[in-house]
């Protein structure tokens, strides 16, 4: 008699804001957390807590750096960046982070097996309806090489324009 196996699956992750954020953000992060978007890597980082960590990384974030849930949130994403991780794209990310401002920046960074990746990265806050910062959202998305002019490739990036208006 052959034996029936049952694979477990862990239930459909989704960020759940635990502080209220605007109407605007909300509809983004809805977006990210909307059926067919499962595989955008995308993470939210909370600036009120010590070196802002990671405090949700999506299904689509882990399956693109090959690290598990467990493993990444609580860290900081520095744990990305490597010895090519060129040290001008983190200061636009850090000044972006000071400057509570979005910021898109080509970065190449590195998976849990070491293998480099180029990553065009946008950074968004996600704010209060009285414009206080709350958390930061980090969409990555991988792209063939370094270079300018590659932000439509990444959804969260397309997302926000319509609220630049």
């Given at each position: 008699m052959e034996k029936a196996y049952v694979t477990l699956q862990e239930p459909r992750r989704q960020f759940v804001p635990e502080k209220r954020i605007c109407e605007r953000d909300f509809i983004i992060v809805d977006m990210l957390n909307s059926p067919g978007h499962e595989d955008v890597p995308f993470c939210v980082c909370d600036p009120a807590l010590a070196d802002c960590p990671i405090i949700y990384a999506s299904p689509g974030f882990c399956a693109?750096?090959?690290?598990?849930?467990?493993?990444?949130?609580?860290?900081?994403?520095?744990?990305?960046?490597?010895?090519?991780?060129?040290?001008?794209?983190?200061?636009?990310?850090?000044?972006?982070?000071?400057?509570?401002?979005?910021?898109?920046?080509?970065?190449?960074?590195?998976?849990?097996?070491?293998?480099?990746?180029?990553?065009?990265?946008?950074?968004?806050?996600?704010?209060?309806?009285?414009?206080?910062?709350?958390?930061?959202?980090?969409?990555?998305?991988?792209?063939?090489?370094?270079?300018?002019?590659?932000?439509?490739?990444?959804?969260g990036w397309v997302y926000t324009q319509g609220s630049h208006v």
């Open positions: 693109f750096t090959l690290y598990h849930h467990k493993e990444i949130e609580g860290r900081n994403c520095r744990f990305l960046q490597g010895p090519e991780t060129d040290r001008k794209d983190v200061e636009k990310i850090k000044k972006a982070i000071v400057e509570e401002t979005e910021q898109s920046v080509n970065l190449l960074n590195y998976r849990k097996d070491g293998t480099k990746f180029v990553n065009e990265f946008f950074l968004s806050p996600l704010r209060d309806n009285n414009d206080q910062v709350l958390y930061f959202m980090g969409v990555q998305t991988e792209v063939p090489q370094m270079g300018p002019g590659q932000m439509p490739a990444n959804p």
